[in-house]
T-cell receptor, first 115, second 112 residues
Framework: AQSVTQPDIHITVSEGASLELRCNYS??????LFWYVQSPGQGLQLLLK??????LVQGIKGFEAEFKRSQSSFNLRKPSVHWSDAAEYFC?????????????FGKGTHLIIQP | NAGVTQTPKFRVLKTGQSMTLLCAQD?????MYWYRQDPGMGLRLIHY???????AKGEVPDGYNVSRLKKQNFLLGLESAAPSQTSVYFC???????????FGPGTRLTVL
């Protein structure tokens, strides 16, 4: 069965510093991968996705992620965080349920931005 | 274009009561999903639908039923609510395979 691990429950970063959120997946075939962001009391918004091709993908809000098959990882990065980036971040892998494609989510990483 | 909407936004039930959550999307998407989100658990798939008139079970289907009578609507029902069903419920829609899912704002349900 597929699974996603986000090793860091909480991460605190100073405003203006760089950010890397870790994501490791387990999946039997070529995965397709997503990063979503959830602000408090809100739904999930897609930051970026990887289906195939270039392993470095660019997303919205200045985020990027790199797919590393050898490490089964899809880490999210941002060179300089802003206070508005404080939120919950979820990594997800595309999964198969009886022919359709649901998503398996990690448990999330809560990002705190220090002034 | 409202995207994915969910009603109600909040609800409190007593154990044993029933209710239906409505999800609507105006993007003409084929696939629709219901997830629940619990603290420290991420999102888990309850049921999904690949088209009008079809539904299937996800990871945590017990205690829930769904219906997709119209392409734009996906209903989630709780016939006899239990405290373990206290959660935030998210609906999502997807145009086709290998596309992103678009999420609604969520319904916060408390079962006393």
């Amino acid at each position: 069965a597929q699974s996603v691990t986000q090793p860091d429950i909480h991460i605190t970063v100073s405003e203006g510093a760089s950010l890397e959120l870790r994501c490791n997946y387990s999946y039997g075939a070529t995965p397709y991968l997503f990063w979503y962001v959830q602000s408090p009391g809100q739904g999930l918004q897609l930051l970026l996705k990887y289906f195939s091709g270039d392993t470095l993908v660019q997303g919205i809000k200045g985020f990027e992620a790199e797919f590393k098959r050898s490490q089964s990882s899809f880490n999210l990065r941002k060179p300089s965080v802003h206070w508005s980036d404080a939120a919950e971040y979820f990594c997800a892998v595309g999964a198969r349920f009886g022919g359709a494609d649901g998503l398996t989510f990690g448990k999330g990483t809560h990002l705190i931005i220090q002034p | 274009n409202a995207g994915v909407t969910q009603t109600p936004k909040f609800r409190v039930l007593k154990t044993g009561q029933s209710m239906t959550l409505l999800c609507a999307q105006d993007m003409n998407h084929e696939y629709m999903y219901w997830y629940r989100q619990d603290p420290g658990m991420g999102l888990r798939l309850i049921h999904y639908s690949v088209g009008e008139g079809t539904t299937a079970k996800g990871e945590v289907p017990d205690g829930y039923n769904v219906s997709r009578l119209k392409k734009q609507n996906f209903l989630l029902g709780l016939e006899s609510a239990a405290p373990s069903q206290t959660s935030v419920y998210f609906c999502a829609s997807q145009q086709a395979r290998y596309n992103e899912q678009f999420f609604g704002p969520g319904t916060r349900l408390t079962v006393l």
